[in-house]
């Protein structure tokens, strides 16, 4: 692929249609304000799962902070400080409130403190799980022995005021659970135990694993409160990832996969409905679903759900009339991206999020139509959104762009930050951030994308730069805080950086054919919409042609092997968790076969395709020194990615480094990894830009 040359660069720019506003004046730093380091991205409190109460008068939401996670409250007025709810024992996590608001249930592996008691035990059906013993009444009382096995239970604790309350003691734990809408009974997720005898030969170390056999499925159970009985719903061949009750309690709508392989749970959905008296399989909806929710009406008519696009891994949102079959695809056909959605009170429409270009809108669904209106815009990045019984609070965490995630509530169109949780950022030097916009030199389409200035930005100056790439494929940069481990902006723009964050097309944002845009092309669908954007910051004076850097986690270090195998134009780069090679990770990555063959068709027939793409096949054109970062654990991207375009490097002679990290999956979870690969970042922009 031929290279372009400065004449080529000119005439493009020339073509470039910029919509680009920049500040007035520079913005003075302070120099009272501290310079973001790693260290101080990976001590932030992350704040998670905001869930408003029915009456819409407190929000319940977690706090991850020192290895452990908590509870908090507060209320929706904003009148009263936040406060920890559930103090004592372990982590707790899942908070949800009873239907009439009186008590927060969550998950936690706390002690029981009724364990071992008598009148504490509770029954599995005569459906149990494969390899558990029943009696021969049809019912097995668990003993206190077996409970004692560890996982997750659930709890409650009252509103008002009052001790943590046990509700289950089921052996192997829960995963997830959710109220029937009566409150009188709970359906949970439990995966199966393990077998007796697969646990005592590992036990002696003859431990081989027969790979997709003796499986351990995600069931689905309905516990009875009034008399602890635990009841087996779902079939033995079925595997759940998320359900709802419906409005009366008699079903259950579910997404499930065939086995519980992570390439069926996140490719190969269906959406289910069983009757929870009988567990009958009442319905079976087309394929193609998407992992994140299903949400049944108020009217118990119509269930919400997302479904994959055909050529990519975004989802579109699908209303589905459980009776008649007629199923309503919204904003397939709209420039944005429908991200989540809660129903109304009446059931005759939604409220949703809605990513547009790096923006997010709330809009209002029309449930017979699908129609969409705008009602609102938000300051940042809102996500979990949650809503009262009547509609009108809504909560949400929410990044802003010069925060990171807090809880938010939205009344009668007022939104409102209500947390504090990290007030340490006030005092950090961030920079300014910006939406940008500009035109594709390749077929005029508008890209979008997200600037970030340094601290003190003089327009006369020209700066390093680096084009930070998301993963995804269709994933998006919007106005949020862009400072974790792996969102590398705020700690660049704070070390006198300008950070380029695109989303070409492939991304979220711009609708499902702009996501849909890299059918069969990765790579060289991108590459122009990048180095455009690269061009109107040089054009504009802001970029230092001769000081720019690309980098990337997971598809953004693909997107980063493939720039610097295409182009010279970066001085250096960073690939964290990179494709290098789509013929191998087809037949290694933990979501083989249906990810890639979604993107490129099957791999029998498309070897060339998959062949073409591959950064790999590209090495001797790399000139641009390159830091390698992979977790050895990784099953998403495996470890043998990073080694190929790694060890590929050093065989051409080219500048490189790779550093592995111990257990780290596809994304990190040790403090000590994250800030660690981010040190490194840093220091490996800052020897070959400064």
């Given at each position: 692929?031929?290279?372009?040359?400065?004449?080529?660069?000119?005439?493009?720019?020339?073509?470039?249609?910029?919509?680009?506003?920049?500040?007035?004046?520079?913005a003075a730093a302070s120099k009272d304000r501290k310079t973001v380091e790693p260290g101080d991205?990976?001590?932030?409190?992350?704040?998670?799962?905001?869930?408003?109460?029915?009456?819409?008068?407190?929000?319940?939401?977690?706090v991850d902070a020192e290895q452990k996670t908590t509870v908090w409250l507060v209320s929706t007025d904003g009148k009263s400080a936040p406060r920890p709810f559930v103090l004592d024992g372990e982590s707790a996590v899942s908070p949800?409130?009873?239907?009439?608001?009186?008590?927060?249930?969550f998950l936690s592996k706390r002690e029981n403190p009724l364990r071992g008691e008598k009148s504490f035990?509770?029954?599995?059906?005569?459906?149990?799980?494969?390899?558990?013993?029943?009696?021969?009444?049809?019912?097995?009382?668990?003993?206190?022995?077996?409970?004692?096995?560890?996982?997750?239970?659930?709890?409650?604790?009252?509103?008002?005021?009052?001790?943590?309350?046990?509700?289950?003691?089921?052996?192997?734990?829960?995963?997830?659970?959710?109220?029937?809408?009566?409150?009188?009974?709970?359906?949970?997720?439990?995966?199966?135990?393990?077998a007796k005898v697969l646990a005592e030969r590992r036990a002696l170390k003859a431990d081989e694993v027969e790979v997709d056999k003796n499986y351990r499925y995600d069931r689905l159970w309905v516990f009875d409160l009034a008399t602890r009985q635990a009841r087996l719903l779902t079939p033995p061949d079925l595997n759940i990832v998320e359900f709802d009750w419906s409005p009366d309690g008699k079903r259950i709508a579910a997404s499930a996969?065939?086995?519980?392989?992570?390439?069926?749970?996140?490719?190969?959905?269906?959406?289910?409905?069983?009757?929870?008296?009988?567990?009958?399989?009442?319905?079976?909806?087309?394929?193609?679903?998407?992992?994140?929710?299903?949400?049944?009406?108020?009217?118990?008519?119509?269930?919400a759900f997302f479904k994959l696009a055909p050529t990519t891994d975004t989802t579109v949102p699908?209303?589905?009339?459980?009776?008649?079959?007629?199923?309503?695809?919204?904003?397939?056909?709209?420039?944005?991206?429908?991200?989540?959605?809660?129903?109304?009170?009446?059931?005759?429409?939604?409220?949703?999020?809605?990513?547009?270009?790096?923006?997010?809108?709330?809009?209002?669904?029309?449930?017979?139509?699908?129609?969409?209106?705008?009602?609102?815009?938000?300051?940042?990045?809102?996500?979990?959104?949650?809503?009262?019984?009547?509609?009108?609070?809504?909560?949400?965490?929410?990044?802003?762009?010069?925060?990171?995630?807090?809880?938010?509530?939205?009344?009668?169109?007022?939104?409102?930050?209500?947390?504090?949780?990290?007030?340490?950022?006030?005092?950090?030097?961030?920079?300014?951030?910006?939406?940008?916009?500009?035109?594709?030199?390749?077929?005029?389409?508008?890209?979008?994308?997200v600037l970030l200035l340094p601290p003190g930005y003089d327009k006369n100056m020209r700066y390093k730069t680096v084009v930070h790439l998301h993963g995804g494929p269709t994933s998006a940069w919007d106005l949020g805080f862009h400072g974790t481990w792996y969102d590398w902006g705020r700690v660049l723009a704070s070390?006198?950086?300008?950070?380029?964050?695109?989303?070409?097309r492939g991304s979220e944002g711009g609708g499902t054919s702009f996501s849909e845009a890299i059918d069969r092309n990765w790579g060289d669908a991108e590459l122009q919409d990048i180095m455009d954007g690269v061009d109107v910051l040089i054009s504009r004076g802001i970029a230092d042609p001769a000081r720019l850097g690309i980098g990337g986690w997971s598809y953004g270090g693909y997107l980063t092997a493939w720039a610097v195998t295409h182009t010279d134009r970066f001085k250096?780069?960073?690939?964290?968790?990179?494709?290098?090679?789509?013929?191998?990770?087809?037949?290694?990555?933990?979501?083989?076969?249906?990810?890639?063959?979604?993107?490129?068709?099957?791999?029998?027939?498309?070897?060339?395709l998959y062949d073409v793409h591959s950064p790999i096949r590209f090495l001797e054109h790399c000139h641009t020194p390159t830091l390698v970062l992979h977790g050895e654990a990784d099953t998403r991207v495996p470890i043998s990615q990073g080694e190929e375009f790694y060890n590929g490097l050093r065989f051409m002679g080219r500048e490189t480094q790779m550093v592995r990290y111990p257990r780290e999956w596809h994304f990190f979870d040790e403090d000590s990894h994250r800030r660690d690969s981010m040190e490194r970042m840093l220091h490996w922009y800052d020897s070959h830009l400064n």
């Open positions: 692929m031929m290279r372009p040359d400065k004449a080529d660069i000119m005439k493009r720019l020339a073509l470039l249609a910029i919509l680009f506003v920049l500040p007035c004046e520079p991205l990976v001590s932030l409190r992350n704040v998670r799962e905001a869930r408003v109460s029915p009456d819409g008068r407190v929000i319940a939401y977690l949800a409130w009873t239907p009439d608001g009186k008590f927060l249930t035990h509770f029954s599995f059906s005569d459906a149990d799980a494969p390899g558990e013993k029943s009696s021969s009444t049809g019912d097995a009382e668990v003993t206190s022995e077996h409970a004692t096995q560890k996982g997750r239970q659930i709890w409650m604790i009252p509103l008002d005021g009052g001790g943590v309350i046990p509700l289950t003691d089921i052996p192997g734990g829960i995963k997830k659970f959710k109220w029937s809408r009566n409150g009188k009974l709970l359906a949970f997720v439990r995966r199966d135990p393990e996969s065939a086995t519980p392989r992570v390439n069926d749970v996140e490719n190969v959905l269906k959406i289910v409905v069983f009757d929870t008296a009988t567990g009958h399989l009442d319905k079976a909806f087309p394929g193609n679903a998407g992992e994140r929710i299903v949400r049944w009406s108020p009217t118990g008519s119509v269930l699908v209303l589905y009339d459980v009776d008649s079959g007629a199923e309503t695809v919204i904003g397939s056909d709209i420039p944005a991206t429908v991200k989540d959605m809660v129903w109304d009170r009446q059931g005759n429409s939604l409220t949703a999020t809605v990513l547009k270009g790096v923006t997010f809108h709330l809009v209002k669904i029309d449930a017979r139509s699908g129609a969409l209106s705008e009602s609102g815009t938000f300051e940042g990045s809102p996500s979990e959104l949650s809503a009262s019984v009547d509609g009108e609070t809504l909560a949400y965490v929410q990044e802003t762009r010069d925060h990171p995630g807090e809880v938010h509530a939205r009344v009668g169109g007022r939104e409102r930050r209500l947390t504090h949780a990290n007030t340490q950022v006030e005092s950090w030097n961030l920079g300014t951030e910006q939406p940008l916009t500009w035109t594709s030199s390749k077929d005029g389409r508008s890209i979008y994308g070390h006198g950086y300008v950070v380029l964050l695109p989303n070409p250096v780069a960073v690939a964290g968790a990179a494709i290098a090679d789509l013929i191998s990770m087809a037949t290694t990555t933990d979501i083989a076969p249906d990810f890639l063959t979604r993107f490129y068709g099957d791999l029998t027939s498309h070897r060339d």
